[in-house]
């Protein structure tokens, strides 16, 4: 399904190109018609020379999608959605939830260092009470969950943190929990692993029954095929797929 009118009209700021002061050079194809090819790539996850007539050039879309990761402007984007949803109290900062999922990769990824995971990259996203996307960030597959929090965190889209943070038991680290204390005055709430022996607080664990939020992100995501697996030599492509996916999740809200 191609951009709506209200859609476009939110968006058309952050794509409108540059044109050259002397008004020389070709005439730039339609960013919006560009986008809708990028965004029926994304969904369908088919491969870019599939891409329907209706559409301008694949050359075309693949070279501008570029551009617009490469540029920031994607970053631009996510933070105008996410301080816009802010504004008219659609996004609860209240809590947030934390988790990981995996994508292997048929190009571009580092094996991982668990045999079993095989190839692939590790899409890290944080997510608010309502189950909004607040931060996304990619890695290769190899490093433990929580050593990458900080990286997501850093990659928010909001300047506002929120003041907890909830995980599974994959999150329950004595470094992590300092550190986001100290660095981002965030707490941690996870549950304990088993091989703990120190009691645990049980009144934070109650909000971990909402960490299905979280789950739910992810499902979404995968509604976008080229997220499923990936495809992209550069991560910073399989990013920029990730982010527009993010995107399209919050202009449902506005």
Known sequence: MDLTDQQWAFLEPTFRPRRRPDGRGRPWIDARAVLNGVLWVLRTGAPWADL??????????HRRFQCWQRSGRLDRLL?????????RG??????????????????????SVQPRRGKGTKIMAICDRHGLPLAVHVASASPYEPHLVPATLDAR??????????????????LLDA?????????????N???????????????YCRRWKIERLFAWFHNSRRLVVRWEY???????????AC????????
Do not use: W
Request: aromatic letters at 10%; proline letters at 8%.
């Open 52 to 61: 329907p007539r209706r559409y301008p050039p694949y050359q075309t879309c």
């Open 79 to 87: 933070q105008r959605l996410a301080e816009d949803l802010r504004d």
């Open 90 to 111: 659609k996004i609860d900062l209240s809590e947030a939830f934390v988790d990981a999922t995996f994508a292997s990769a048929k190009k571009g990824a580092l094996p």
């Open 157 to 174: 889209f909001l300047r506002e943190l929120p003041p907890r943070l909830i995980g599974d038991r994959g999150y329950d680290s004595d």
């Open 179 to 191: 550190q986001l204390r100290d660095d981002y005055g965030i707490e941690m709430i996870a549950p």
């Open 193 to 207: 692993r088993s091989r703990r022996r120190r009691t645990q607080d049980g009144r934070p664990l109650r909000r």
């Open 234 to 244: 550069h991560v910073e492509n399989f990013l920029g797929f990730l982010q527009l």
């Open 247 to 254: 995107a399209q999740i919050l202009l449902r809200y506005l």
